[in-house]
C-alpha cells in the first residue's frame, strides 16, 4: 500500500524531529520585516509554516535547516522564494533617560546579509548551496528563468547584499537585461582567464555565468574569487 503525501510528511516530521532532539535543543524564534520571515527552526514541516505565510514573497531559514517536502512544497504552491542565509542573534537595544539598557526580552533573529548573493536557472542550485560556505554567500534556490534570476539579484542588492553571480542559460541576454538598470553594473565571464581583468578593470556588482559552460566546482571558485575580491575592496 503506497503512503499518501499527508502520511509521508507525517513521518518526515516525526523521524526529523527526533534527531533534531537528540542533536540540539530546536529553536522557533522569528522574524517579520515587510514580505519577508525568516525562523530559526532546525525542523521546518508544513505544519510550521502553514498559515504563516500570507502576504510573505521570501522566507529566509538557516542554513543547516532541514525542510520537508511538503513545507517545499507548500512554498512553491504560493511562489513564496526560499532562501538560506545566516542567522545571527541579538539582543534588543533601547534608550532611556538617556542611557543604553538591555531590554529583558528574548532575543530575535535577523538575516545578516552576505556580501555576495548566488542564484541562476541552472539546474545545480543546489549543490552549489552546499559547496558554498554560508559566511561566503547565499545561495537561492533555482530560479524559473534567467529574467527571474537577474530580478531576484537586483532585489537582493537593494536589500543589503553587495554583489551577486548569476549562472544564467543566456548570459549576454541577462546581462543586457541588468544594464537597463542603472544601479546594476553587470559582466559576463566566459572562461577563468577574464575574471581577474574584469574585477581589476570594472566597477562589477553581478558576474554572469552560464550554465552551459561552468560546472559546479568552476562557479564556486568564481564565487569564492568575487567574494575575496570584494573582501579585499570594502
Known amino acids: 500500500m503506497t503512503p499518501t503525501a499527508s502520511e509521508i510528511e507525517t513521518i518526515v516530521r516525526r523521524v526529523l524531529s527526533t ?24 525542523v521546518i514541516s508544513l505544519q510550521s509554516i502553514k498559515n504563516r505565510l500570507a502576504g510573505i514573497q521570501v522566507l529566509e531559514v538557516g542554513r543547516a535547516a532541514v525542510l520537508t517536502p511538503a513545507a517545499k512544497d507548500y512554498c512553491r504552491e504560493l511562489r ?8 545571527v542573534r541579538v539582543e534588543l537595544v533601547r534608550s532611556e533617560i538617556g542611557e543604553k539598557s538591555s531590554m529583558n526580552s528574548s532575543p530575535i533573529a535577523l538575516a545578516r546579509p552576505q556580501r555576495l548573493v548566488v542564484t541562476g536557472s541552472a539546474n545545480y542550485m543546489t549543490s552549489i548551496s552546499k559547496q558554498l560556505c554560508s559566511k561566503q554567500a547565499a545561495v537561492i534556490e533555482k530560479s524559473a528563468d534567467d529574467a527571474t534570476a537577474m530580478r531576484t539579484i537586483a532585489e537582493k542588492l537593494r536589500s543589503g547584499h553587495q554583489a551577486g553571480v548569476a549562472i544564467v ?46 560546472n559546479i566546482p568552476s562557479a564556486c571558485n568564481v564565487a569564492r574569487r568575487f567574494f575575496q575580491h570584494l573582501q579585499n575592496h570594502s
Open 19 to 42: 534527531l533534531t532532539a537528540i542533536g540540539a535543543q530546536s529553536h522557533s524564534e522569528t522574524s517579520v520585516q515587510s514580505n519577508r520571515l525568516s525562523l530559526t527552526d532546525q
Open 80 to 87: 513564496v522564494e526560499l532562501v538560506r542565509v545566516e542567522l
Open 169 to 214: 542559460e543566456s548570459p549576454h541576454a541577462a546581462c543586457w537585461q541588468a544594464a537597463r538598470d542603472d544601479r546594476l553594473r553587470p559582466a559576463v565571464i566566459a572562461r577563468w582567464s577574464d575574471l581577474d581583468d574584469v574585477l581589476r578593470e570594472v566597477p562589477v556588482n553581478i558576474l554572469v555565468l552560464s550554465s552551459k559552460s561552468w
